[in-house]
């Protein structure tokens, strides 16, 4: 079995869909269902199901079980919009829901996106694999693996497709905090993909540049506007920089649907605040003395212009981005293209 089937992070259970509870990894993977609008919003805005492709599938999911529930159109159209609105950052959840609310068999759609997904997941791993040399160090932040994607990830599946093919990559993880998905979830499907790598602070990434001499940088998006300003993880612009200062290659692994191209550039992209306790405590243990105040946006904005490239289904993009972003909108979708595709190649082996 893939680390994707055995990691799927979310699916439809016919009442229900069906999560891992991402917060408990790595120690425990423990399925859960939700089964109505609160559960599905309880389950995105605590992260138990996370990551922007992720988040879609399962909202797409979400609507169908709403239409299945709710007769009324508009007690309908007002959860699903509610579910849209679930988490602000990702593009991928309302780009998911408006996808199912316009097709007339919601289930059916949703399984093609989920579908989608994983055939899109693996073009880009493909394409990611010419930025690799033999042995080369790369960094990544955040996770963006199977359990970010429900395919087979974007920068992570980069990472992972270029250990598979011999590249022997050296690889360095952020912890990423304060929710750590870096050390509780990149580590935790490195291992399970038999891929060693090295876990550091965050705060550590301007020496492992400077003295490991880290050959590449890759990580995922949340949101890409118009002229290639990138929404991730709060922590991916402080590398970016870093990078560009160290003269690294950085790349942004993402699937067309997380393009927005109704948004100019990266000051209309919406950042998700949290709560502070995330920041002002670890594992339920207070770190800051009570009634600290503390600023907690979980995504930055990284300029295009700190951008070496972005890893698509399409291949990679390269600057000047203006023409080549313009270009992937007028391209038709390649998602249910290479999903057709996929499938006959599993069918075949
Ligand atoms: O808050 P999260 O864990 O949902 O943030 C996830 C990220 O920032 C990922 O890098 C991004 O969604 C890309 S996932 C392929």
Same mark, same amino acid.
């Given at each position: ?105 919601? !289930? @059916? +759609? $949703?399984?093609?996106? =989920?579908?989608? &997904? %994983?055939?899109?997941?693996? *073009? /880009? ?64 499907? !490195? @291992? +399970? $993909?038999?891929?060693? =790598?090295?876990? &550091? %602070?965050?705060?550590?990434? *301007? /020496? ?142």
């Amino acid at each position: 079995m893939s680390l994707r089937e055995r990691l799927a992070p979310v699916w439809w259970e016919h009442h229900a869909v069906g999560y891992i509870d991402q917060r408990r990894l790595p120690h425990e993977v423990r399925r859960e269902s939700a089964a109505n609008l609160d559960e599905l919003i309880e389950a995105i805005r605590t992260l138990a199901v996370r990551g922007a492709p992720c988040i879609g599938i399962f909202g797409a999911y979400g609507v169908a079980l709403l239409r299945a529930s709710i007769a009324d159109e508009l007690q309908f159209q007002a959860a699903a919009e509610r579910l849209r609105q679930a988490r602000p950052t990702a593009v991928n959840l309302a780009w998911a829901v408006d996808r199912i609310l316009a097709s007339s068999d919601m !289930l @059916a +759609q $949703a399984h093609a996106l =989920a579908g989608e &997904q %994983v055939a899109v997941d693996r *073009a /880009i791993a493909e394409a990611g694999l010419e930025l690799f040399g033999k042995g080369m160090r790369v960094l990544t932040h955040c996770n963006t693996g199977a359990l970010a994607t429900g395919g087979e990830g974007t920068a992570l599946g980069v990472i992972i497709a270029a250990a598979a093919a011999g590249k022997k990559p050296q690889v360095y993880v952020d912890e990423t905090r304060p929710l750590l998905q870096g050390s509780r979830l990149t580590l935790f499907e !490195l @291992a +399970q $993909a038999g891929v060693d =790598a090295i876990l &550091q %602070v965050d705060a550590a990434a *301007a /020496i492992s540049m400077q003295r490991n001499a880290i050959d590449l940088v890759i990580v995922g998006a949340d949101r890409i506007a118009r002229n290639g300003d990138t929404a991730n993880k709060v922590g991916t612009y402080g590398l970016a920089i870093l990078a560009a200062h160290h003269g690294i290659p950085f790349y942004v692994a993402a699937p067309r649907s997380t393009f927005d191209f109704a948004l100019a550039g990266g000051s209309d992209i919406p950042i998700e605040m949290r709560a502070e306790h995330e920041v002002t405590s670890f594992a339920r243990t207070a770190v800051a003395p009570e009634g600290s105040v503390a600023y907690n946006p979980a995504f930055d904005v990284t300029p295009a212009h700190l951008v070496s490239g972005f890893i698509t289904e399409y291949g990679v993009l390269r600057p000047p981005y203006g023409d080549a972003l313009a270009d992937l909108e007028s391209r038709p979708s390649l998602g249910a293209l290479l999903a057709v595709r996929c499938a006959s190649s599993e069918r075949a082996r």
